[in-house]
């Protein structure tokens, strides 16, 4: 295509030196799709032409693109202090964004403690568990439960935890030591084409009382799931799954941790998973719509009586030796505030709710078409599964992603699933071309 020739020509000289996170890098070198603008729903490709925003950019925008109440935040923020150091020292943009997130989160979870991404606050929520289990004198509860399929960030502690084997494979002789994984809930069979939550699954969580029994509670710290496996390719919890992991944790002790980088801040309808399915972990892990995705940030939100057992320590000792440079830098901050704004403002998370129905109805439009296998969805997010093709597995959905962009719209693709999950600002309108250029692209690829 013309655009694509142009948009090489654009890049010649500039493509080699970057090294691109969970890319073929030869393969997108040769036929680069590259961004150069975002307002609203849609993005701009460097050669003008609008691509509609099916993926909130990375599960990340929320809000939508180039919002100026974010911008103008960061401009003031960076005019007045760039930065700040967080060890020993504060400023009071930090205090205010967690305040701010605290009054949003489920009753209980009133402490947060700030980081850079998902996979930081996945890390920072490890380690804030064992640290917990030692301030009680339980310093024998390490291992980590993790589940198949989970994504859980890159770092060492979240490969370790998480249950994608692309991930694990290359460095499996680094992982940590005592991790267990349940069984991921994806049944096709039983569950295929269901709209919201499946009705059958939930016996999968009694995995993790034989778990108990072979590892002994008192040597279990945390169990850690996402409430729906996004990066897996929207792989949902059956009704009663997430409450039944809860009351064994509680009966046994152990901790839960909800990793909601990809499900708060409104993606399910509410401003996290955990709400909308009413089970409350003693942990969340955040990033991404934190702040719209505009400047890496993450946080942990973390139960009140995690907190005050920690603070169980000498007066002037540190009662947690971790942090980041940059935890709750003051410009993220202060887009993050602007964010919440926002979010509360233009009622975004109740918008979700509102789209369900619409939602639903379009993407569940798709069946029938050639190998296509699955649709599941629930608030706005949905995963559409194909068949693998006889080139393997991954060839179907890929071929499926690109085609949507040449034609104006970004999808994500996992292996043969592909994602939607547009920002919340998204009309009627807009899902039907998503998933009207979707259909075509199914057709088209075959």
């Not at 998973?273 to 939100?301: C, E, F, Y």
Request: net charge negative; hydrophobic share 40%; aromatic share 8%.
């Amino acid at each position: 295509m013309e655009d694509f020739n142009k948009a090489d020509q654009v890049a010649t000289g500039t493509l080699e030196h970057y090294w691109m996170p969970f890319t073929a890098n030869r393969q997108f070198k040769q036929s680069p799709r590259l961004l150069a603008q975002a307002e609203g729903m849609y993005y701009k490709d460097v050669n003008g032409r609008p691509v509609l925003d099916g993926t909130a950019g990375l599960w990340c925008c929320n809000a939508g693109h180039g919002r100026k109440a974010i911008s103008e935040a960061v401009s003031k923020q960076i005019h007045e202090m760039d930065y700040a150091p967080s060890f020993q020292m504060g400023h009071p943009l930090a205090f205010e964004l967690a305040e701010r997130l605290a009054a949003i989160a489920p009753k209980g979870i009133n402490k947060v403690f700030f980081t850079n991404s998902g996979s930081e606050s996945v890390d920072t929520a490890l380690k804030i568990a064992l640290n917990y289990h030692r301030a009680r004198g339980e310093a024998t509860r390490t291992r980590f439960i993790g589940r198949e399929l989970g994504y859980h960030g890159v770092g060492f502690g979240g490969i370790s935890v998480g249950g994608i084997g692309g991930n694990r494979r290359t460095f499996s002789q680094q992982l940590l030591q005592g991790v267990d994984h349940l069984p991921h809930t994806l049944d096709i069979q039983q569950n295929a084409f269901c709209k919201g939550l499946p009705e059958t699954g939930a016996e999968k969580a009694e995995v993790l009382e034989q778990l108990v029994t072979l590892h002994g509670a008192e040597n279990i710290a945390a169990v850690i799931v996402e409430p729906m496996s996004g990066s897996a390719g929207v792989i949902l919890p059956p009704q009663g799954y997430l409450k039944r992991l809860r009351e064994i944790t509680r009966k046994y002790g152990i901790l839960l941790i909800f990793d909601e980088v990809i499900t708060g801040f409104g993606r399910v309808g509410d401003a996290f998973a955990s709400q909308r399915w009413g089970v409350t972990p003693d942990m969340i892990t955040t990033a991404k719509a934190l702040n719209n995705g505009t400047i890496p940030m993450g946080a942990v939100l973390i139960d009140d009586a995690i907190y005050d057992a920690s603070m169980d320590a000498p007066e002037g000792a540190i009662e947690l030796y971790h942090g980041y440079t940059y935890s709750g830098h003051p410009v993220a901050a202060a887009a993050a505030i602007a964010t919440l704004d926002i979010y509360q403002e233009e009622q975004l998370f109740e918008r979700t709710k509102s789209l369900e129905g619409y939602f639903e109805k379009a993407v569940h439009s798709l069946k029938g078409l050639p190998n296509l296998i699955d649709i599941r969805n629930t608030g706005l997010v949905a995963g559409i599964q194909f068949s693998p093709s006889d080139k393997g597995i991954g060839k179907r959905g890929f071929g499926i992603f690109e085609t949507c962009f040449k034609n104006g719209t970004l999808v994500r693709a996992t292996a043969d699933t592909i994602a939607l999950s547009p920002p919340l600002i998204v009309d009627e309108a807009q899902i039907d071309q998503m998933v009207n250029t979707l259909s075509d692209a199914i057709t088209t690829v075959g």
